[in-house]
Nanobody, 118 residues
Framework: QVQFVESGGGLVQPGGSLRLSCRAP???????????MGWYRQGPGKQRELVAS???????NYVDSMKGRFTISRDNSRKSLYLQISSLEPEDTAVYYC?????????WGPGTQVTVSS
């Protein structure tokens, strides 16, 4: 395994919630704890963007429009990253990816699709 593996996406109605998970590839499990990690997303017809990040010590940062709805967390013992999204909006429809910040192009996984629709 050489790429991150994301999971937890799905079809959800507006106002709903999801918890996304991401597991680090074996190639970086020994160094995962040292990375600032981020969740990125790419909506239809849009460029991939960073939406949240968390330092190795757990300090979180969010894009202003996501504050209050997105919660990023990590479990260094499990080499995993999480994103709790609440009050989902149709504009949150995207493929969500995890990667270090700044990203490493070799580590992009397939992402997990989040679709918000009634």
């Amino acid at each position: 395994q050489v790429q991150f593996v994301e999971s937890g996406g799905g079809l959800v109605q507006p106002g709903g919630s999801l918890r996304l998970s991401c597991r680090a590839p074996r190639s970086i499990t020994s160094t995962f704890n040292s990375y600032t990690m981020g969740w990125y997303r790419q909506g239809p017809g849009k460029q991939r963007e960073l939406v949240a990040s968390i330092s190795r010590l757990g300090n979180a940062n969010y894009v202003d429009s996501m504050k209050g709805r997105f919660t990023i967390s990590r479990d260094n013992s499990r080499k995993s990253l999480y994103l709790q999204i609440s009050s989902l909006e149709p504009e949150d429809t995207a493929v969500y990816y995890c990667n270090p910040v700044p990203y490493d192009g070799n580590l992009w996984g397939p992402g997990t699709q989040v679709t918000v629709s009634s």
